[in-house]
C-alpha cells in the first residue's frame, strides 16, 4: 500500500456516517476486549457481517500514520484498521473490494480527542488511493447514537437495547476481571473465565 498526498476534505463527509450495512463486512476495532467482541456478536445477531479486528499487530503502521501528538488508542486504531485491510489484500488479492467494508468508529462532543478519531482515519485511508472508497461508520453523541440508516426501522429499537446491554454486560466483565485478577489462586485462571464467560454471550 503506497500512500498519496492529495487530501479530498469533502470525504469527510460523504464518506463518514450512518452507512446501510446490509450485505457488508462490518469492521469493529478492539477498543475494549470484551465490549468489542460482545457488541460485535450483538450486530451479528442483527444479520451484519461484523468483525472485530485483532488490535496492537498494526501498531507500527499506526506510528507510521500519526503524529504521535494524538490519543494512544488513536494510533492503535490506526493501525489495526491499516494492518487488517493490508492482510485481506494480500489475502484476496484481486477479489479485495474496498466497497465491501465499512469501518465503525463513533465519536462524541465534548473535550476528548475521541470525536476527531474518524475523521483523521478518513484522511489517512483517503491517502491511499485503493482505499478511498471505504467507508467510515459513526454513530454520535449529537443525535444520541441514532441507528437511523444503518438498519431497518422497525428494527432500531431491538438492536438499540441490545447493543447497549451488550456494553453494560462487557463492562460489568471487565470490572469483575480487574477485582478478582490479584486476588486468583491460579495465574490466569480470571482471564480464563472471562473469557469463556464472554465467548458463551
Known sequence: MESGRVVDFQSLTENVGRFNLRDKIFLIPQMNRIGGHLIAATFRGFGINAKVMDTYKGLDLGKKYTSGKECYPCQITTGDILYFLKKEKDRLGKDFNPED????????????????????????????????????????????????????????????????????????????????????????????????????M
Open 101 to 200: 467494508y465499512v469501518y465503525f468508529m463513533p465519536e462524541s462532543g465534548g473535550p476528548c480527542r475521541f470525536g476527531m478519531y474518524n475523521k483523521y482515519q478518513r484522511i489517512v485511508l483517503d491517502s491511499f488511493p485503493e482505499l478511498k472508497s471505504i467507508k467510515i461508520g459513526s454513530l454520535t453523541s449529537r443525535d444520541g447514537y441514532s441507528l437511523a440508516g444503518i438498519i431497518e426501522k422497525e428494527r432500531m429499537r431491538d438492536l438499540r437495547k441490545a447493543a447497549y446491554f451488550s456494553i453494560v454486560i462487557a463492562d460489568i466483565l471487565d470490572r469483575l476481571l480487574w477485582r478478582i485478577r490479584p486476588y486468583e489462586k491460579k495465574p490466569g485462571m480470571t482471564d480464563d473465565f472471562v473469557e469463556r464467560s464472554m465467548r458463551v
